[in-house]
T-cell receptor, first 111, second 116 residues
Framework: GEDVEQSLFLSVREGDSSVINCTYT??????LYWYKQEPGAGLQLLTY?????DMKQDQRLTVLLNKKDKHLSLRIADTQTGDSAIYFC???????????FGKGTRLSVIA | NAGVTQTPKFQVLKTGQSMTLQCAQD?????MSWYRQDPGMGLRLIHY???????DQGEVPNGYNVSRSTTEDFPLRLLSAAPSQTSVYFC???????????????FGPGTRLTVL
């Protein structure tokens, strides 16, 4: 079945850029998502990208997609302490199947 | 709109007890899902529903039952609680299948369940 892999931890200094990586196995993935989970809360959609795009930028967030290598990354510029959270990568083949989530990357921002 | 609400926020059960986790949404979403979140395991889908009266199993359905008698509500029942069901449970809803541009999944705040 489909699988989505992420590294579990990332630590960066405030003001630096963070890069969270994700790989997926489903070659029919059409939509790829990044969700953010703050402590004690549910997940919130951060951004998404279609499989026919290479890059998407949204303020401090940049998503890069390498479809050949099935690799997705989320870059957060000027990382702030408020960005400390767990970030989940998720994919869908745009059909009627539920999203497949990665295990999440815990981002810690050091002041 | 209240969005997706879940009750209770916390629950402690003894092995063998049964209980129902409640989930409701006021966005008229057709699709609703239950996930469990365990450390290092990410989110795993338990059951989902594509509309009132229609449910299907996810990745880890054993030990859980669901029903969908209304669009708004999607309760999750634990029939005979086991320590392996200690987890944080999230309910989510979306207009359509949780993939696609316009089908963002909205998550509830979660229920933290401990089974002793």
């Amino acid at each position: 079945g489909e699988d989505v892999e992420q590294s579990l931890f990332l630590s960066v200094r405030e003001g630096d850029s963070s890069v969270i990586n994700c790989t997926y196995t489903d070659s029919s993935s059409t939509y790829l998502y990044w969700y953010k989970q703050e402590p004690g809360a549910g997940l919130q959609l951060l951004t998404y990208i279609f499989s026919n795009m290479d890059m998407k930028q949204d303020q401090r967030l940049t998503v890069l997609l390498n479809k050949k290598d099935k690799h997705l990354s989320l870059r957060i510029a000027d990382t702030q302490t408020g960005d400390s959270a767990i970030y989940f990568c998720a994919e869908s083949d745009s059909g009627n199947t539920p999203l497949v989530f990665g295990k999440g990357t815990r981002l810690s921002v050091i002041a | 709109n209240a969005g997706v609400t879940q009750t209770p926020k916390f629950q402690v059960l003894k092995t063998g007890q049964s209980m129902t986790l409640q989930c409701a949404q006021d966005m008229n979403h057709e699709y609703m899902s239950w996930y469990r979140q365990d450390p290092g395991m990410g989110l795993r889908l338990i059951h989902y529903s594509v509309g009132a009266g229609i449910t299907d199993q996810g990745e880890v359905p054993n030990g859980y039952n669901v029903s969908r008698s209304t669009t708004e509500d999607f309760p999750l029942r634990l029939l005979s609680a086991a320590p392996s069901q200690t987890s944080v449970y999230f309910c989510a809803s979306s207009y359509g299948p949780a993939g696609g541009l316009y089908n963002e999944q909205f998550f509830g705040p979660g229920t933290r369940l401990t089974v002793l």
